[in-house]
């Protein structure tokens, strides 16, 4: 076995060692980080809401209702009025019959996979979805197979030969490269084959769709079997936390049987009353999806003037591909000295050779910010 210090050694001469910043403010445009104040491009929180006063009113009031923790898990006394009413929301909002929450992204893709198939069963992953997709499936112990980025003539080829049933699964928005799974061609596959199709939305809930539902409203799909929904609630809603939203048997199988819900405290109810008072704004505010995408056609169309290799990212994700770890992470650099923070995404997050600055935009930038970044993009 390597020891430790080899193999630390040998990530940082790979330029492939990662750090920690701390930041001393919360999240925003402008974070900062020790003395430096850095306009920030690489946050997940798409429509500006983890700072908007409306959440953390929500939240304060729902600490001093509930206090500040669970203190259990859902089914031993953990699960309260905020959580349910939350729940009975989000099935709402996504037009399912129920949703479940679970306490992060990842736990409820464990949970889902992990419930639903064995090790008798097919998996089918996108190459490029999220690890959390990956390491579901090796919790499953399923036989997995991971097809070609996207494509489903591929994916039709390999499920000729698989045993029916068996799940397919996907990023809806590619995480890291901003992109939109065919999701109406994997839903007809997963049909054809009795399978079921796991559509990770974390990146599209509330930036897709005109009422932000997300990648299916985006697409003009129904959330109906095989469909079955997972949205993450640290991202575009601003707070913590995820859910599954299904048909009702879908929902109740995964209370009986998936371990990541079963064996572990709720998220704190105030964490659920604060999604609450985001996911009427996300309803309501319409202005900030449009924004969004207008600063994203700004920037697109200012890179392709400076050259940049851009993505086919319709999505406020806006990866620029370098190459190599090392030219990734020296952009990043350069963008640091002039006040600009955007993180080098290097293996194995993302495919050797394809390291990259990823540039993501949120509604609370504004157009002047847009074109900061793009001149600072312009002398690197
Ligand atoms: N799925 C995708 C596609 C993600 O990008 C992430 C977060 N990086 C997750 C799941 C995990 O969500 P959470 O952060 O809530 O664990």
């Given at each position: 076995?390597?020891?430790?210090?080899?193999?630390?050694?040998?990530?940082?001469?790979?330029?492939?060692?990662?750090?920690?910043?701390?930041?001393?403010?919360?999240?925003?445009?402008?974070?900062?980080?020790?003395?430096?104040?850095?306009?920030?491009?690489?946050?997940?929180?798409?429509?500006?809401?983890?700072?908007?006063?409306?959440?953390?009113?929500?939240?304060?009031?729902?600490?001093?209702?509930?206090?500040?923790?669970?203190?259990?898990?859902?089914?031993?006394?953990?699960?309260?009025?905020?959580?349910?009413?939350?729940?009975?929301?989000?099935?709402?909002?996504?037009?399912?019959?129920?949703?479940?929450?679970?306490?992060?992204?990842?736990?409820?893709?464990?949970?889902?996979?992990?419930?639903?198939?064995?090790?008798?069963?097919?998996?089918?992953?996108?190459?490029?979805?999220?690890?959390?997709?990956?390491?579901?499936?090796?919790?499953?112990?399923?036989?997995?197979?991971?097809?070609?980025?996207?494509?489903?003539?591929?994916?039709?080829?390999?499920?000729?030969?698989?045993?029916?049933?068996?799940?397919?699964?996907?990023?809806?928005?590619f995480s890291m490269d901003g992109d939109i799974a065919p999701l109406a061609g994997l839903a007809g596959l997963a049909s054809e084959q009795d399978a079921r199709l796991?559509?990770?939305?974390?990146?599209?809930?509330?930036?897709?769709?005109?009422?932000?539902r997300g990648t299916l409203e985006h697409l003009g799909m129904p959330l109906a079997p095989p469909v079955i929904l997972m949205g993450t609630l640290g991202k575009a809603l601003g707070v913590f936390g995820a859910f599954v939203a299904g048909e009702e048997a879908l929902i109740e199988t995964l209370i009986q049987r998936a371990?990541?819900?079963?064996?572990?405290?709720?998220?704190?109810?105030?964490?659920?009353?604060?999604?609450?008072?985001?996911?009427?704004?996300?309803?309501?505010?319409?202005?900030?999806?449009?924004?969004?995408?207008?600063?994203?056609?700004?920037?697109?169309?200012?890179?392709?003037?400076?050259?940049?290799?851009?993505?086919?990212?319709?999505?406020?994700?806006?990866?620029?591909?370098?190459?190599?770890?090392?030219?990734?992470?020296?952009?990043?650099?350069?963008?640091?000295?002039?006040?600009?923070?955007?993180?080098?995404?290097?293996?194995?997050?993302?495919?050797?050779?394809?390291?990259?600055?990823?540039?993501?935009?949120?509604?609370?930038?504004?157009?002047?910010?847009?074109?900061?970044?793009?001149?600072?993009?312009?002398?690197?």
């Amino acid at each position: 076995m390597k020891t430790l210090e080899a193999d630390l050694s040998r990530r940082r001469a790979q330029n492939l060692y990662r750090e920690r910043l701390v930041l001393e403010s919360s999240q925003g445009v402008e974070v900062r980080v020790g003395a430096e104040t850095l306009l920030s491009f690489c946050s997940n929180d798409y429509l500006g809401l983890a700072n908007d006063p409306r959440v953390i009113a929500a939240f304060q009031q729902g600490a001093q209702r509930y206090g500040v923790g669970a203190g259990a898990s859902h089914l031993v006394s953990g699960h309260s009025r905020a959580h349910h009413v939350l729940e009975e929301e989000l099935a709402d909002f996504t037009g399912a019959a129920r949703a479940l929450l679970f306490s992060t992204g990842y736990m409820a893709n464990l949970g889902v996979m992990s419930a639903l198939t064995d090790r008798h069963d097919a998996i089918f992953e996108d190459r490029l979805n999220h690890a959390s997709l990956i390491d579901a499936a090796r919790l499953a112990r399923a036989r997995v197979t991971r097809y070609p980025h996207a494509d489903v003539a591929r994916l039709a080829d390999i499920l000729k030969h698989a045993p029916r049933g068996g799940l397919v699964t996907t990023d809806a928005v590619f995480s890291m490269d901003g992109d939109i799974a065919p999701l109406a061609g994997l839903a007809g596959l997963a049909s054809e084959q009795d399978a079921r199709l796991l559509v990770d939305d974390a990146h599209g809930l509330g930036v897709l769709g005109r009422n932000g539902r997300g990648t299916l409203e985006h697409l003009g799909m129904p959330l109906a079997p095989p469909v079955i929904l997972m949205g993450t609630l640290g991202k575009a809603l601003g707070v913590f936390g995820a859910f599954v939203a299904g048909e009702e048997a879908l929902i109740e199988t995964l209370i009986q049987r998936a371990r990541t819900y079963i064996y572990t405290t709720a998220l704190p109810p105030a964490v659920a009353e604060a999604v609450r008072a985001s996911l009427r704004i996300v309803r309501e505010e319409g202005w900030r999806r449009d924004r969004l995408r207008t600063l994203v056609a700004r920037f697109r169309a200012g890179a392709e003037r400076l050259g940049l290799v851009l993505l086919a990212s319709p999505t406020p994700i806006q990866p620029v591909v370098l190459g190599t770890a090392e030219a990734a992470l020296a952009a990043s650099q350069r963008l640091r000295e002039q006040g600009i923070l955007v993180p080098a995404i290097r293996p194995p997050t993302v495919p050797e050779g394809s390291a990259r600055l990823r540039i993501t935009f949120s509604a609370a930038h504004e157009e002047k910010h847009v074109d900061r970044l793009l001149e600072a993009l312009a002398m690197l």
